[in-house]
């Protein structure tokens, strides 16, 4: 149990275009969905949690304007990167919190590797 | 924030061989956890031990916290191949998020 999902797994795109990202939690509703980065060798940073039915809460310096958080259901919320640069290339991880679980734990997706040219 | 630290940065070690990675942290905490990634793939969440535990084991993991010291350690015992990852900690301070540590690459030679 407990699958999250992401897709695409890979997208290439040119300089200056929006690039949308999804994630699905598959067998349990989520109210509370997560979006990491990670460049390469590095640790997952987090970016903005996600909540369902409200704005999502950015971390200091994740520009909201250039990564739009949508969480329109309990199980998926999207993530666009607006405008991409080539800078903005990296693995977008997302995990979720299952509601009806008593743990702390988050369930993470496969992670979506992003290439901006 | 990054918020744990993890030594080694990486750890080179022989199948059969046991692993031991660290990790430090900065502020109080509810819980840490440990996560294993493969390369180029997502996160999987290998054990979760409370702030009021001092030890606990899954399998060929063993977990220590030590919260006096603001640390915790991950033992592999009988290490294989299929071990090699990299290895991430992460905190929880009672808020919904996880803050994780720079973690270990673990490469483990048949």
């Known amino acids: 149990g407990a699958v999250v999902s992401q897709h695409p797994s890979w997208v290439i795109c040119k300089s200056g275009t929006s690039v949308k990202i999804e994630c699905r939690s598959l067998?349990?509703?989520?109210?509370?969905m997560f979006w990491y980065r990670q460049f390469p060798k590095q640790s997952l940073m987090l970016m903005a949690t996600s909540n369902e039915g409200s704005k999502a809460t950015y971390e200091q310096g994740v520009e909201k304007d250039k990564f739009l958080i949508n969480h329109a259901s309990l199980t998926l919320s999207t993530l666009t990167v607006t405008s991409a640069h080539p800078e903005d290339s990296s693995f977008y991880i997302c995990?979720?919190?299952?509601?009806?679980?008593?743990?702390?734990?988050?369930?993470f997706g496969p992670g979506t590797r992003l290439t901006v040219t | 924030s990054q918020q744990g630290e993890e030594d080694p940065q990486a750890l080179s070690i022989q199948e059969g061989e046991n692993a031991t990675m660290n990790c430090s942290y900065k502020t109080s905490i509810n819980n840490l956890q440990w996560y294993r990634q493969n390369s180029g793939r997502g996160l999987v969440h290998l054990i979760l031990i409370r702030s009021n535990e001092r030890e606990k084991h899954s399998g060929r993991l063993r977990v220590t916290l030590d919260t006096s010291k603001k640390s915790s350690s991950l033992l592999i015992t009988a290490s294989r191949a299929a071990d090699t990852a990299s290895y991430f900690c992460a905190t929880n301070s009672g808020y919904s998020t996880l803050t994780f540590g720079k973690g270990t690459m673990l490469l483990v030679s048949p």
């Open positions: 067998d349990f509703q989520a109210t509370t």
């Open positions: 995990s979720a919190r299952d509601n009806q679980a008593n743990n702390h734990e988050q369930y």
